[in-house]
Protein backbone atom coordinates (compact mmCIF):
# COMPACT_ATOMS: atom_id res chain seq x y z
CA UNK A 1 0.00 0.00 0.00
CA UNK A 2 1.29 3.71 -0.83
CA UNK A 3 0.44 5.85 2.08
CA UNK A 4 0.90 9.18 2.21
CA UNK A 5 1.21 11.67 5.03
CA UNK A 6 0.95 15.82 5.13
CA UNK A 7 2.90 16.36 7.63
CA UNK A 8 5.80 14.65 9.19
CA UNK A 9 5.73 14.80 12.91
CA UNK A 10 6.06 12.94 15.74
CA UNK A 11 2.82 10.81 15.23
CA UNK A 12 3.45 10.38 11.39
CA UNK A 13 6.94 9.10 12.41
CA UNK A 14 5.05 6.90 14.55
CA UNK A 15 2.56 5.54 12.12
CA UNK A 16 5.07 4.91 9.63
CA UNK A 17 7.09 3.02 11.39
CA UNK A 18 4.51 0.62 12.79
CA UNK A 19 2.72 0.46 8.84
CA UNK A 20 6.29 -0.81 7.99
CA UNK A 21 6.45 -3.47 10.99
CA UNK A 22 3.40 -4.85 10.25
CA UNK A 23 4.14 -5.43 6.93
CA UNK A 24 1.38 -2.76 5.68
CA UNK A 25 3.80 -0.89 3.27
CA UNK A 26 6.79 -1.03 2.36
CA UNK A 27 9.74 1.76 3.64
CA UNK A 28 9.93 3.26 -0.19
CA UNK A 29 5.95 3.57 -0.71
CA UNK A 30 5.93 5.86 2.36
CA UNK A 31 6.27 9.63 1.47
CA UNK A 32 5.84 12.38 3.75
CA UNK A 33 5.47 16.36 3.38
CA UNK A 34 7.62 18.32 6.51
CA UNK A 35 7.95 21.86 7.10
CA UNK A 36 10.66 23.52 5.48
CA UNK A 37 12.21 24.23 8.62
CA UNK A 38 11.92 20.58 10.52
CA UNK A 39 14.34 18.73 8.88
CA UNK A 40 14.99 16.89 12.33
CA UNK A 41 11.49 15.12 10.87
CA UNK A 42 12.37 15.00 7.19
CA UNK A 43 15.46 12.79 8.62
CA UNK A 44 13.76 10.80 10.57
CA UNK A 45 11.86 9.50 7.25
CA UNK A 46 14.81 9.22 5.68
CA UNK A 47 16.09 6.87 8.13
CA UNK A 48 13.33 4.58 7.51
CA UNK A 49 14.08 4.27 4.45
CA UNK A 50 10.62 6.70 3.20
CA UNK A 51 10.77 9.59 1.14
CA UNK A 52 10.67 13.00 2.74
CA UNK A 53 9.47 16.30 0.79
CA UNK A 54 8.96 19.78 1.48
CA UNK A 55 5.40 20.30 -0.32
CA UNK A 56 2.56 18.76 -0.68
CA UNK A 57 1.56 18.00 -3.69
CA UNK A 58 3.90 15.07 -5.05
CA UNK A 59 2.71 13.45 -1.35
CA UNK A 60 -1.24 12.94 -2.78
CA UNK A 61 0.38 12.09 -6.43
CA UNK A 62 2.51 8.80 -4.87
CA UNK A 63 -0.19 7.36 -2.73
CA UNK A 64 -2.95 5.46 -2.23
CA UNK A 65 -4.04 6.62 0.86
CA UNK A 66 -3.62 9.83 2.55
CA UNK A 67 -3.05 10.82 6.03
CA UNK A 68 -3.41 13.93 6.98
CA UNK A 69 -1.61 14.77 10.43
CA UNK A 70 -0.95 18.56 10.75
CA UNK A 71 -2.24 20.58 13.06
CA UNK A 72 -6.07 21.09 13.39
CA UNK A 73 -5.70 24.91 12.62
CA UNK A 74 -3.82 24.27 9.51
CA UNK A 75 -5.70 21.67 8.17
CA UNK A 76 -7.85 23.57 5.65
CA UNK A 77 -4.79 25.67 4.27
CA UNK A 78 -2.53 22.89 4.22
CA UNK A 79 -5.45 21.09 1.86
CA UNK A 80 -5.84 23.78 -0.45
CA UNK A 81 -2.33 22.94 -2.08
CA UNK A 82 -3.96 19.57 -2.83
CA UNK A 83 -8.14 20.79 -3.56
CA UNK A 84 -7.85 20.94 -7.57
CA UNK A 85 -5.16 18.15 -7.95
CA UNK A 86 -6.48 15.43 -10.23
CA UNK A 87 -4.94 12.64 -8.38
CA UNK A 88 -6.97 13.78 -5.34
CA UNK A 89 -10.33 12.67 -7.00
CA UNK A 90 -11.18 9.12 -5.50
CA UNK A 91 -8.90 8.66 -3.06
CA UNK A 92 -9.15 8.10 0.41
CA UNK A 93 -7.90 11.05 2.96
CA UNK A 94 -7.18 10.05 6.78
CA UNK A 95 -7.12 12.49 9.29
CA UNK A 96 -5.48 12.56 12.86
CA UNK A 97 -6.69 16.07 13.19
CA UNK A 98 -8.02 16.86 16.65
CA UNK A 99 -11.55 18.21 16.57
CA UNK A 100 -12.19 18.63 12.29
CA UNK A 101 -14.75 17.56 11.36
CA UNK A 102 -15.25 14.66 8.18
CA UNK A 103 -17.68 17.85 6.41
CA UNK A 104 -15.17 20.58 6.84
CA UNK A 105 -12.36 18.02 5.48
CA UNK A 106 -14.12 17.10 2.73
CA UNK A 107 -15.23 20.88 1.63
CA UNK A 108 -11.11 21.25 1.49
CA UNK A 109 -11.29 18.44 -1.19
CA UNK A 110 -12.67 17.60 -4.63
CA UNK A 111 -16.12 16.11 -3.92
CA UNK A 112 -15.18 12.59 -5.36
CA UNK A 113 -12.28 12.40 -2.39
CA UNK A 114 -13.44 9.79 0.64
CA UNK A 115 -13.07 11.31 4.42
CA UNK A 116 -12.50 9.49 7.37
CA UNK A 117 -11.30 10.67 10.90
CA UNK A 118 -9.37 9.04 13.04
CA UNK A 119 -8.63 10.19 16.72
CA UNK A 120 -5.51 8.43 17.75
CA UNK A 121 -3.46 8.97 20.87
CA UNK A 122 0.20 9.01 21.91
CA UNK A 123 1.05 5.64 23.40
CA UNK A 124 0.51 5.09 19.78
CA UNK A 125 4.34 6.23 19.55
CA UNK A 126 4.64 2.17 21.36
CA UNK A 127 2.41 0.70 19.47
CA UNK A 128 -0.01 1.00 22.34
CA UNK A 129 -2.59 3.37 20.87
CA UNK A 130 -6.03 3.33 21.35
CA UNK A 131 -7.73 4.69 18.36
CA UNK A 132 -11.16 5.64 17.14
CA UNK A 133 -12.32 6.08 13.52
CA UNK A 134 -15.64 7.98 12.03
CA UNK A 135 -16.32 8.01 8.78
CA UNK A 136 -17.49 10.97 6.19
CA UNK A 137 -20.31 11.16 3.78
CA UNK A 138 -18.90 9.28 1.29
CA UNK A 139 -16.31 7.17 2.81
CA UNK A 140 -17.17 3.54 2.06
CA UNK A 141 -16.91 0.11 4.49
CA UNK A 142 -13.77 -0.75 2.67
CA UNK A 143 -12.32 2.34 3.81
CA UNK A 144 -13.21 2.44 7.27
CA UNK A 145 -11.66 -1.64 6.83
CA UNK A 146 -8.34 -0.40 5.28
CA UNK A 147 -7.79 2.57 7.95
CA UNK A 148 -8.55 0.57 11.57
CA UNK A 149 -6.04 -1.84 9.76
CA UNK A 150 -3.37 0.63 9.91
CA UNK A 151 -4.32 1.81 12.91
CA UNK A 152 -4.12 -1.31 14.38
CA UNK A 153 -0.53 -1.66 13.37
CA UNK A 154 0.29 0.55 16.33
CA UNK A 155 -2.67 0.00 19.15
CA UNK A 156 -6.51 -0.91 18.80
CA UNK A 157 -9.18 1.23 16.62
CA UNK A 158 -12.83 0.87 16.72
CA UNK A 159 -15.24 2.52 14.72
CA UNK A 160 -17.87 5.38 16.15
CA UNK A 161 -20.25 7.64 14.52
CA UNK A 162 -18.56 10.93 14.42
CA UNK A 163 -20.79 12.49 17.31
CA UNK A 164 -19.00 10.36 19.95
CA UNK A 165 -15.87 11.86 18.89
CA UNK A 166 -15.54 14.48 21.40
CA UNK A 167 -16.08 11.59 23.81
CA UNK A 168 -13.45 9.17 22.50
CA UNK A 169 -11.08 12.63 22.64
CA UNK A 170 -11.71 13.17 26.04
CA UNK A 171 -11.77 9.59 27.16
CA UNK A 172 -8.77 7.97 25.23
CA UNK A 173 -7.01 10.63 23.54
CA UNK A 174 -6.61 12.87 26.95
CA UNK A 175 -6.32 9.62 28.92
CA UNK A 176 -2.78 9.15 29.11
CA UNK A 177 -2.41 12.82 30.80
CA UNK A 178 -5.14 11.09 33.63
CA UNK A 179 -3.13 7.90 33.43
CA UNK A 180 0.43 10.03 34.27
CA UNK A 181 -0.99 12.03 37.13
CA UNK A 182 -2.01 8.75 38.86
CA UNK A 183 0.95 7.15 38.52
CA UNK A 184 3.12 10.78 39.61
CA UNK A 185 0.66 10.31 42.87
CA UNK A 186 1.10 6.98 43.32
CA UNK A 187 5.35 7.41 43.58
CA UNK A 188 4.70 10.59 45.74
CA UNK A 189 3.10 8.35 47.90
CA UNK A 190 5.38 6.16 48.29
CA UNK A 191 8.34 8.37 48.51
CA UNK A 192 6.03 10.30 51.59
CA UNK A 193 6.27 6.35 52.85
CA UNK A 194 9.50 6.26 52.66
CA UNK A 195 10.39 4.95 49.20
CA UNK A 196 13.57 6.56 47.50
CA UNK A 197 11.73 8.42 44.15
CA UNK A 198 12.89 5.88 41.53
CA UNK A 199 11.96 2.81 42.95
CA UNK A 200 8.51 4.61 43.61
CA UNK A 201 8.02 5.91 40.33
CA UNK A 202 9.24 2.38 39.25
CA UNK A 203 6.80 0.35 40.66
CA UNK A 204 3.66 3.05 40.36
CA UNK A 205 4.62 2.44 36.57
CA UNK A 206 4.70 -1.43 36.57
CA UNK A 207 1.77 -1.53 38.89
CA UNK A 208 -0.45 0.32 36.73
CA UNK A 209 1.19 -1.45 33.21
CA UNK A 210 0.20 -4.89 35.22
CA UNK A 211 -2.98 -4.26 36.11
CA UNK A 212 -3.99 -2.50 32.43
CA UNK A 213 -2.79 -6.13 31.13
CA UNK A 214 -4.92 -7.98 33.32
CA UNK A 215 -7.79 -6.08 31.99
CA UNK A 216 -6.98 -6.56 29.06
CA UNK A 217 -7.15 -10.44 29.26
CA UNK A 218 -10.54 -10.01 30.28
CA UNK A 219 -12.69 -9.36 33.79
CA UNK A 220 -14.19 -6.36 35.19
CA UNK A 221 -12.21 -4.14 37.12
CA UNK A 222 -14.84 -4.03 39.78
CA UNK A 223 -14.32 -7.39 40.44
CA UNK A 224 -10.76 -7.23 39.56
CA UNK A 225 -10.21 -4.60 42.57
CA UNK A 226 -12.33 -6.76 45.29
CA UNK A 227 -9.74 -9.37 44.69
CA UNK A 228 -6.88 -7.26 45.73
CA UNK A 229 -9.24 -5.99 49.03
CA UNK A 230 -9.47 -7.96 51.66
CA UNK A 231 -11.58 -7.49 54.81
CA UNK A 232 -10.40 -4.68 56.66
CA UNK A 233 -6.91 -4.83 54.67
CA UNK A 234 -4.73 -1.76 53.69
CA UNK A 235 -6.06 -1.98 50.18
CA UNK A 236 -9.66 -1.54 51.50
CA UNK A 237 -8.53 1.48 54.29
CA UNK A 238 -7.09 3.01 50.54
CA UNK A 239 -9.81 2.83 48.52
CA UNK A 240 -11.66 3.94 51.00
CA UNK A 241 -10.11 7.28 51.26
CA UNK A 242 -10.11 7.47 47.23
CA UNK A 243 -13.89 7.17 47.89
CA UNK A 244 -14.18 9.83 50.72
CA UNK A 245 -12.00 12.23 48.66
CA UNK A 246 -13.89 11.82 45.12
CA UNK A 247 -11.57 10.00 42.88
CA UNK A 248 -14.50 8.33 41.31
CA UNK A 249 -16.28 11.98 40.87
CA UNK A 250 -13.05 13.78 39.72
CA UNK A 251 -11.95 11.28 36.75
CA UNK A 252 -15.76 11.07 35.62
CA UNK A 253 -15.61 14.96 35.86
CA UNK A 254 -12.26 15.57 34.33
CA UNK A 255 -13.59 13.32 31.07
CA UNK A 256 -17.00 15.06 30.80
CA UNK A 257 -14.69 18.55 31.28
CA UNK A 258 -12.38 17.61 28.52
CA UNK A 259 -15.51 16.23 26.21
CA UNK A 260 -16.85 19.94 26.94
CA UNK A 261 -13.99 21.40 25.57
CA UNK A 262 -13.74 18.94 22.65
CA UNK A 263 -17.12 20.79 21.67
CA UNK A 264 -16.10 24.47 21.94
CA UNK A 265 -13.02 24.13 19.68
CA UNK A 266 -14.65 21.81 17.34
CA UNK A 267 -17.14 24.61 17.07
CA UNK A 268 -13.80 26.88 16.13
CA UNK A 269 -12.60 24.99 13.81
CA UNK A 270 -15.61 23.90 11.73
CA UNK A 271 -17.83 27.07 11.65
Known amino acids: MKIGFIGGGKLAYALANGFISAGLAKPNDITASCHPSDTVSAEAFKSLGATALFENVPVVERSEVVIVSVKPDVVVSALKDVKDLPASKNKLFISVAMGVSTGTIEKALPTEARVIRVMPNTPALVKEGAAALSRGSRATAEDAKIAAELFRAVGTCDEVPEYQMDAVTALSGSGPAYVYMLIESLADGGVRCGLPRDLALKLATQTTLGAAAMLRNGGHPAAMKDNVTSPGGSTAEGTYH?????????????????????KVVNEQLNC
Open 242 to 262: LEQNGFRSAVIGAVMAASNRC
